[in-house]
């Protein structure tokens, strides 16, 4: 018996079949070659914009005020449009110190903070500064050049992969291929970074999405006519792919912030805590830098802790009424804090204690719990809206009376004790705590500190006393050198009228002395005092004892004042015999601080005991 021919008349199923495989992969591959995007959307060959004029459009759009760069002529098109959007454009002297200025930024403004660097080298000389960003959860967007897309691999200069070098380090990155790209991928960008944990994003964007079309053309299209059928070819694949990298590049497209996603605590959480604090005799608060994040002003929290019973120093700084918060160590509740080595990874929490942690990370949130301390309640949401709703609960809630005035008396004898000590003779040169005392004495209201160093910084922490909150800025939890030409750069630039003053290290000066050449030429003019002790103490006090030796340790009392002067700032040597005039020193130099020129304080100090045993490692 003969079988009836399926579908009689028409053709055989596998013909259908391989006609849909091959139409299939006939649209896939138009479709990935931008034709059938082309259909809808115009090229404009003879446009004059630039993709780096998109670019500023969409910082624009973001409230972005500042845009701190090291010029590189892959990015120069984002920097031209910036300036002439009303973007101010500060460079610096190097690219690390441009991510530590926008980190400053992002953590005084409430913000995303933004640095732009040229491919290759000035990428990775990012490396760190992005890092330190990330472990203290700033939302700073890099923006990095790059190779063309067309040379990437093919040994282009400055071409290297440089998105697997922040994949670690950031919490979103992407290259942009076509021009119609940028909008949507720097809005994702910037929201990425402020949503959930703050941190750093990349962007990377190739030469040939920012430069306008005629100059791209020139570069990518044949200066001669293609000769045979792979000439023809290839020339066709370039034109095509100059359609697509420019196909609707200028079609109008929302530029507006897209939402940010802030956890939160759920009210039964709240309700629980509140039920918890409000049985609680000697409750202390410990904050970290988390409670200063948006959407709740400082001022907020501020506000709402007054009725806690007061005293202590805390978010509000020296004289703040506000509840015990700073350098206190049992609670509960520790919000927006990380157990980590400041907190001897958790061992300085009694387990007596009933602990309420709140941090928006969960990992950070529960770090080291379970093996040298356990909270009573943990939860994942933002520190200073918590806070702000647990206040309001506890309305009417007061301690024990006498708790708010041991915890003030015990700072009191720390305080008398510190001004002993800062009353000894030192075998030569200066006394550090001297120095420091009258520096703290004579600070105004409005003044911001940024911290950068080892040994002297760290006593600076027990002695300098920051006026209120968002007024003292140092890397964190990365513990990174180098940090204050940038955030001294970014702190005065968002808080021109601030008194703001650079606690160095003579070690870590180094990394950033150049930038008193960018304070001039930008007029932000700081105060910058260098506790010179021609050594790196931080490491030296252990290392000598322990190992016996003192070895890549030692410096010299060089005259860094000169320096300062040599890059247009002004420089004062103080010393033993300058004692009796201190006072007369600091107020000269806030003086010309005042009238726009940056000061560089050169003091020569001696070795104290002061912090015997601190942690250095």
Known sequence: ????????????????????????????????????????????????????????????????????????????????????????????????????????????????????????????????????????????????????????????????????????????????????????????????????????????????????????????????????????????????????????????????????????????????????????????????????????????????GRGWGGGGGGVGGAGCPCPPCSNLLLLPPLLGTVCDFRLSYGRVLSRRSKIIAVNRDRGQLLKNSDMLWKPHIAIQGDAGSFLVQLSQGLKGYTCLQDWPARLKESDHRKEKANRSKAEEQTEQHLNPLKVLHHVDDLLPEDSLLVADGGDFVGSAAYIVRPWGPLRWLDPGAFGTLGVGGGFALGAKICRPDSEVWILYGDGSLGYSIMEFDTFVRHKTPVIALVGNDACWSQISREQVPMLGSNVACGLAYLDYHRVAEGLGGRGVLITRQDEARMDDIIRTAQETCRNGRPVLLNALIGKTNFRAGSISV
């Open 1 to 304: 018996t003969l079988m009836e021919p399926p579908g009689e008349g028409g053709p055989p199923a596998w013909f259908l079949g391989l006609l849909a495989t091959l139409l299939t992969a006939l649209f896939g591959a138009a479709y990935r070659l931008g034709l059938v995007y082309r259909l809808w959307h115009k090229v404009e060959p003879k446009s004059p914009r630039h993709g780096g004029e998109v670019v500023a459009e969409v910082l624009k759009a973001h409230g972005v005020r500042y845009l701190f760069t090291l010029v590189g002529g892959h990015i120069s098109p984002i920097l031209v449009a910036s300036e002439k959007l009303g973007i101010r454009v500060v460079d610096t002297r190097h690219e690390a110190t441009a991510v530590f200025a926008a980190d400053a930024v992002a953590r005084l403004s409430g913000t995303v903070g933004v640095a732009a660097v040229t491919a290759g080298p000035g990428v990775t000389n990012t490396v760190t500064a992005v890092k330190n960003a990330q472990m203290a959860e700033s939302p700073v967007l890099l923006i990095g050049g790059g190779a063309a897309t067309l040379q990437k691999g093919r040994g282009a200069l400055q071409d290297i992969d440089q998105l697997s070098l922040f994949k670690p380090l950031c919490k979103f990155c992407a290259t942009v291929r076509m021009v119609r790209e940028i909008v949507p991928v720097l809005r994702q960008a910037i929201a990425t970074a402020q949503s959930g944990t703050p941190g750093p994003v990349f962007v990377e964007f190739p030469l040939d999405v920012l430069y306008p079309y005629h100059l791209v053309e020139k570069e990518v299209l044949p200066k001669e006519a293609p000769r045979g059928l792979q000439g023809s070819i290839v020339s066709w694949y370039l034109r095509n792919y100059m359609g697509n990298l420019f196909a609707g590049a200028w079609e109008a497209q929302d530029l507006s912030p897209l939402p940010v996603s802030v956890p939160q605590a759920t009210a039964e959480q709240v309700q629980r805590c509140v039920e918890l604090v409000s049985r609680a005799q000697k409750p202390v608060v410990l904050l970290g830098s988390q409670v200063t994040l948006p959407p709740t002003p400082t001022e907020t929290l501020r506000g709402e």
